[in-house]
T-cell receptor
């Protein structure tokens, strides 16, 4: 069965650095999402992306964050000037359309030191 | 605004016993409801979903859930659990059936022999 693939599985970065989290959604999916889960807390919606633009974003998704689909297969989340509180598990997801359930990747654990 | 409450953070249960994981939600509009499961070191996997129609929804791995509009609940049940059901279970709600899922904090199900 097709899967959403996320790399790396674990990323360690120093405070203030920029990180790019990468995702390869399922090939025929058109809607892409990022969620995050801070340790011990619930999974939180960050952003959804369709037709090369952001369709919805949460309050968490401020100017520090950006998303991009640089080619036909990758979907990236960039976090600029990382802070300690950005440490979390970041999940990418995709769906065929906005009426279909999301398929999630295994996540990237980001640790900011 | 929507919110999701999972009343139990941990549920220990013996193998072959029945289990119910509770989920309550609040919303001012019609919602779509989901249960996701997260096995250790894996991403979120859809267990079942309620979009419309029959209030009793059957999902994978023998799980089912019942949508109760009057009680604003969507409890997850399984009549006989296996060791392999040990995982984190997340209830989620959306005002449409796709993106911007609002997750509960999760319930950790621990099945022991």
């Amino acid at each position: 069965e097709p899967e959403v693939t996320q790399t790396p599985s674990h990323q360690v970065t120093q405070m203030g650095q920029e990180v790019i989290l990468r995702c390869v959604p399922i090939s025929n999916h058109l809607y892409f999402y990022w969620y995050r889960q801070i340790l011990g807390q619930k999974v939180e919606f960050l952003v959804s992306f369709y037709n090369n633009e952001i369709s919805e974003k949460s309050e968490i998704f401020d100017d520090q964050f950006s998303v991009e689909r640089p080619d036909g297969s990758n979907f990236t989340l960039k976090i600029r000037s990382t802070k300690l509180e950005d440490s979390a598990m970041y999940f990418c997801a995709s769906s065929t359309d906005h009426n279909s359930p999301l398929h999630f990747g295994n996540g990237t654990r980001l640790t900011v030191t | 605004a929507q919110s999701v409450t999972q009343l139990d953070s941990q549920v220990p249960v013996f193998e072959e016993a029945p289990v119910e994981l509770r989920c309550n939600y609040s919303s001012s509009v019609s919602v779509y409801l989901f249960w996701y499961v997260q096995y250790p070191n894996q991403g979120l996997q859809l267990l079942l979903k309620y979009l419309s129609g029959s209030t009793l929804v059957k999902g994978i791995n023998g799980f089912e859930a019942e949508f109760n509009k009057s009680q604003t609940s969507f409890h997850l049940r399984k009549p006989s659990v296996h060791i392999s059901d040990t995982a984190e279970y997340f209830c989620a709600v959306s005002e449409n059936s796709g993106y911007a899922l609002n997750f509960g904090k999760g319930t950790s199900l621990l099945v022991t022999p």
